[in-house]
């Protein structure tokens, strides 16, 4: 055929009009794949090339649990989150200011209580 191997990779000689040839690269002589079975499983497939038919030809196949990543939330669902966490920042931020509010109280009061006493 017109396939040969070199380095571990697979090459094609092209035989051209003028009688002369080109090498093209094809891949390497082992290669592996890996395909999903189902939702719940993939397949990796080690693939060898055949000279003889120019074709890889599968070696092997592994099959092991990979679960296919949770869908993104809908717009809907995120709009939903997003309203949600506003709302708990919102609250978040009224409990600051009634905080400070009587820290500054607090505060005053005792400013007020060293005037009184004459400490200032």
Same mark, same amino acid.
């Given at each position: ?11 094609k000689?092209?035989?051209? /009009? ?7 690269? #094809?891949?390497?002589?082992?290669? #592996?794949?890996?395909?999903?079975? +189902? ?5 990796? #497939? ?7 038919s120019?074709?890889?030809v ?31 920042l919102?609250?978040?931020? #009224? +409990? ?19 005037? /009184?006493?004459?400490?200032?």
């Amino acid at each position: 055929m017109n396939y040969f191997i070199e380095n571990g990779n697979v090459y094609k000689r092209i035989e051209t /009009e003028s009688g002369g040839s080109l090498t093209a690269y #094809v891949g390497p002589i082992e290669k #592996v794949e890996t395909i999903r079975i +189902d939702d719940e499983t993939v397949a990796d #497939v080690t693939y060898q090339f055949d000279e003889e038919s120019g074709q890889y030809v599968e070696q092997s196949r592994t099959e092991r649990a990979e679960p296919l990543p949770p869908p993104p939330p809908s717009l809907e669902d995120r709009i939903v989150q997003l309203e949600d966490e506003s709302a708990m920042l919102a609250l978040e931020l #009224v +409990d600051t200011q009634i905080r400070l509010e009587q820290s500054e109280n607090e505060q005053a009061a005792l400013i007020l209580e060293l005037v /009184e006493k004459g400490v200032i």
